[in-house]
T-cell receptor
Framework: DVKVTQSSRYLVKRTGEKVFLECVQD?????MFWYRQDPGLGLRLIYF???????EKGDIPEGYSVSREKKERFSLILESASTNQTSMYLC?????????????FGPGTRLTVL | RKEVEQDPGPFNVPEGATVAFNCTYS??????FFWYRQDCRKEPKLLMSVYSSGNEDGRFTAQLNRASQYISLLIRDSKLSDSATYLC???????????FGSGTQLTVLP
């Protein structure tokens, strides 16, 4: 069974704080993704990575950065959290290069920025 | 126009009913199609892939109409446990990326 884990289920931070969200997958997947999900807007892609140390911007990268130092781990960083970044953050992974494949999701982190 | 568009619902149906959801997508070059299910406050999970010839998995049937650029999901003999949000998911031509619809909410009533 594919397992994707995220470091926290719930997180409360203050405006201006630096926030780290971590995601780990145990299936040796090549591809990893970070989404945010907001009511009425669905899932929106923030960043993704096809390989270690590789990253590409998704649809809404502003205010975020990512890090992929190891294949199994993909971190999302909010350099200076703002209230409009209050959201559910979902990490996903999928199998291989050059393949549009099923994505497996972690349980999500519900982030509140005060 | 949204790239992947779904009727948000809610659909409220009695147990045992048949219910169908449609989803339209914008890119005629799309090659991969999926339906995901998301329970309240949980992560999305793959329900089924959608193949060109249509496919069935128990009470669930998925169909693809490339000419009209839509996919459908039919649920027969609805169960209370089918209550969830159903997400239409499409690869819009860019390798390895998927675009998610906003979801259709289904509630099956006793």
């Amino acid at each position: 069974d594919v397992k994707v884990t995220q470091s926290s289920r719930y997180l409360v931070k203050r405006t201006g704080e630096k926030v780290f969200l971590e995601c780990v997958q145990d299936m040796d997947h090549e591809n990893m993704f970070w989404y945010r999900q907001d009511p009425g807007l669905g899932l929106r892609l923030i960043y993704f990575s096809y390989d270690v140390k590789m990253k590409e911007k998704g649809d809404i990268p502003e205010g975020y950065s990512v890090s992929r130092e190891k294949k199994e781990r993909f971190s999302l960083i909010l350099e200076s959290a703002s209230t409009n970044q209050t959201s559910m953050y979902l990490c996903a992974s999928s199998y291989g290069r050059g393949v549009v494949d099923t994505q497996y999701f972690g349980p999500g982190t519900r982030l509140t920025v005060l | 126009r949204k790239e992947v568009e779904q009727d948000p619902g809610p659909f409220n149906v009695p147990e045992g009913a048949t219910v169908a959801f449609n989803c339209t997508y914008s890119n005629s070059a799309s090659q991969s199609f999926f339906w995901y299910r998301q329970d309240c406050r949980k992560e999305p999970k793959l329900l089924m892939s959608v193949y060109s010839s249509g496919n069935e998995d128990g009470r669930f049937t998925a169909q693809l109409n490339r000419a009209s650029q839509y996919i459908s999901l039919l649920i027969r003999d609805s169960k209370l446990s089918d209550s969830a949000t159903y997400l239409c998911v499409v690869n819009l031509g860019s390798a390895r990326q998927l675009t998610f619809g906003s979801g259709t909410q289904l509630t099956v009533l006793p």
